[in-house]
């Protein structure tokens, strides 16, 4: 008997990539398996469209966008199936490839996450034979990217992470190291996962049989505000989760501070954002790290990760405006002088310099000083408007870091309250047990 299989496919406002993505799963020559739609709150009329056309497919509908990672968790945590294969909605997978990524789980039994080969729509160019996380910042690497297909990536192969866009988990996984991380909105949460199952000894491995067309970015535009800024927070809380404290205060936190340096705008305010929600969600962060790991992180590592942070949230913000020590070069270099004429030629130099000043008195500075002192003076007026530029956006930094501060102390404490309310709740059942055991003791003789 073949195992179960459960297909799910997140969906958020991609009924244009549906028909596609949906006849290519339903076309599939697997035959154990179930399909679900898990839409995140849709307003495109999705949902309707996948009862009315593909009325074989179970539609579950989420009241609000959880994300990739808590939409997909709505799925697996009811899952009865042996395994689960995950389909973004602008992805059509070949014939084979459910049949092709099982077999590989029937083939080694510590396979836990399969992976398939993705290619732009229409072609053999390869988008992604497995993915890698570039240290020390965390970047992500595709495998094979823009390769057109010549049979190089033909074994199957152990891999960092495979793409969220298409791949498969074995249910038995999910009970060994949980659910994704709905912390990860979107992007790192396929990364997480492959992460902790790779560390509690499971293989994640690419199936080069087994491909997709995936047309990458339909929900997220590729280099939009949302999309740098999403990469980029989820990235921070990949690499706070992950990577040792040591790693992060010696490698990374360099690291990024040469990478801010050589930013777009953009890129940027995306950085500095990413670093502000990390900083205001690092005592939850380090909280799932505590969970998953069993390792207990020190009040010294934690002030030293949320410094480093800090200090890149300052850089971000600084980045761009002149300092002082700038402002006064640009406005000595503002105010134009006249300078004298020189001649270096020997015995006669001061007498041609002497006559070109003369002729110049005559002939040019009736017109050039008029000339010159406008210029000095739109000069002055730009450089003003220049410094009370930089003293403005100085006032909204300084602002805003006071209230990253006051955020931060909240955060913090909101975060011990709810330890302490979860401590108090945890003794008051059992205070409950203790209540009724004593209640079901039978009365004395």
């Known amino acids: 008997m073949n195992p179960t299989v459960t297909c799910i496919v997140l969906n958020w406002n991609s009924r244009d990539f549906l028909e596609d993505c949906l ?18 709150a849709s307003t495109d009329g999705s949902v309707e469209f996948v009862s009315q056309r593909f009325p074989s497919v179970k ?22 199936s042996d395994f689960a294969v995950l389909i973004n909605p602008d992805a059509i997978v070949n014939t084979g490839l459910v049949s092709d990524l099982v077999g590989s ?22 988008q992604h034979a497995g993915g890698y996380i570039e240290y020390p910042r965390g970047a992500p690497g595709h495998i094979g990217l823009d390769e057109l297909d010549e049979g190089q990536y033909e074994q199957l192969a152990d891999v960092e992470y495979v793409t969220g866009a298409v791949f498969a988990i074995r249910r038995r996984l999910l009970d060994d190291v949980g659910l994704f991380d709905p912390g990860y909105f979107l992007y790192y949460e396929e990364a997480d996962l492959c992460f902790r199952a790779r560390k509690a000894g499971y293989r994640v491995v690419l199936i080069p ?15 939009s505000r949302f999309f740098h800024n999403q990469l980029h927070t989820s990235r921070w809380r990949y690499l706070v989760k992950h990577y ?5 205060i010696e490698d990374t936190f360099p690291a990024e501070r040469i990478w801010l340096s050589k930013l777009d705008p953009v890129v940027r305010s995306a950085a500095s954002y990413a670093y502000r929600n990390t900083i205001l969600n690092l005592p939850s962060i380090l909280a799932w790290r505590e969970m998953e790991t069993k390792e207990r992180i020190s009040e010294s590592q934690r002030a030293a990760v949320k410094e480093g942070l800090d200090d890149l949230r300052i850089a971000a913000l600084n980045q761009g405006i002149p300092t002082a020590e700038e402002l006064a070069r640009i406005s000595d270099l503002a105010d134009i002088h006249e300078k004298p004429f020189r001649s270096n030629l020997p015995i006669i130099g001061s007498v041609v310099a002497g006559l070109r000043d003369i002729w110049s008195n005559v002939a040019a500075k009736p017109f050039v000083r008029p000339l010159l002192n406008q210029q000095k003076a739109v000069n002055r007026g730009n450089i003003e408007r220049l410094a009370y530029s930089v003293e403005q956006r100085s ?41 009724l055991d004593e209640d079901d003791d039978p009365a004395p003789h």
């Open 23 to 40: 006849s290519s799963l339903l076309a599939s020559d697997y035959d154990d398996a179930e399909y679900v739609v898990i839409d995140n």
């Open 59 to 80: 539609v579950i509908r989420n009241e609000t966008n959880l994300g990739f990672a808590g939409g997909n968790n709505v799925g697996l945590q009811e899952l009865a």
């Open 105 to 126: 789980f029937r083939a080694d039994d510590q396979i836990g996450i399969a992976g398939c080969k993705t290619y732009y729509p229409g072609s053999k160019r390869i």
């Open 395 to 435: 006032e909204k930094r300084q602002t805003q870091l006071e209230r990253d501060r006051l955020l931060s102390g909240l955060a913090t404490d909101m975060h011990r309250l709810n330890k302490t309310v979860t401590r108090l709740s945890s003794r008051l059942d059992q205070l409950d047990r203790v209540n």
């Open 244 to 248: 040792s404290v040591e790693g992060l």
């Open 209 to 223: 049989s087994a491909g997709a067309e995936h047309i990458e970015s339909a929900v997220a535009r590729k280099g």
